[in-house]
């Protein structure tokens, strides 16, 4: 199993353009995640979704949109990107109960710089 | 005041030291989870505890739930142990996250 991968591993974008970071797992998680990781804030959840169909928003969703439409994939898009979004992005996986209940597998993560 | 805090920040260790990091949380969760962080970015879930203790190799956590705290420990700590430890609580879809203790071990 290859787990879950994230790409691309690095981005540069300018202010103001869209882009699609991809995540991906092949353990048939139900439950599946995004979160930013910013220097002093530790890492912060965007959005989540609970099942294919199903998305929700977490703690700072604002300037992302996400959609399910197979259990494998979670696409996190950045709609007209700012400095601010510049950070480490981490999608993360487990089974259908979430964090609540269940180990959660991470991937290696997403760099992004906004110029 | 943060919903998830972790004790010390940065904490320095001679290899062969007995090591605890200290997570305590204020609000309801169903799940308390350790990831680990080395640099270079990935992360790894060590445990995810309700109730107790959990052992895995030198790694213990515990778990007081009446006094919201949990407790990671390392034995017999080796360099390769440097990394940043998390802890999170879990409550339905989210994870709140502390803010992490940089460990370095040195030899």
């Known amino acids: 199993n290859a787990g879950v991968t994230q790409t691309p591993k690095f981005q540069v974008l300018k202010t103001g353009q869209s882009m699609t970071l991809q995540c991906a797992q092949d353990m048939n998680h139900e439950y599946m995640s995004w979160y930013r990781q910013d220097p002093g804030m530790g890492l912060r959840l965007i959005h989540y979704s609970v099942g294919a169909g199903i998305t929700d928003q977490g703690e700072v969703p604002n300037g992302y949109n996400v959609s399910r439409s197979t259990t494998e994939d979670f696409p996190l898009r950045l709609l007209s990107a700012a400095p601010s979004q510049t950070s480490v992005y981490f999608c993360?996986?487990?089974?259908?109960?979430?964090?609540?209940?269940?180990?959660?597998?991470f991937g290696p993560g997403t760099r992004l710089t906004v110029l | 005041k943060n919903e998830v805090e972790q004790s010390p920040q940065n904490l320095t260790a001679q290899e062969g030291e007995f090591i605890t990091i200290n997570c305590s949380y204020s609000?309801?969760?169903?799940?308390l989870h350790w990831l680990q962080q080395h640099p270079g970015g990935g992360i790894v879930s060590l445990f995810m505890l309700s109730s107790g203790k959990k052992k895995h190799g030198r790694l213990i956590a515990t778990i007081n739930i009446q006094e919201k705290h949990s407790s990671l420990h390392i034995t017999a700590s080796h360099p390769r142990d440097s990394a940043v430890y998390i802890c999170a609580g879990g409550s339905q879809g989210n994870l709140i996250f502390g803010k992490g203790t940089k460990l370095s071990v040195k030899p």
């Open positions: 993360a996986s487990s089974y259908g109960g979430g964090p609540s209940t269940d180990t959660q597998y």
């Open positions: 609000v309801g969760i169903s799940a």
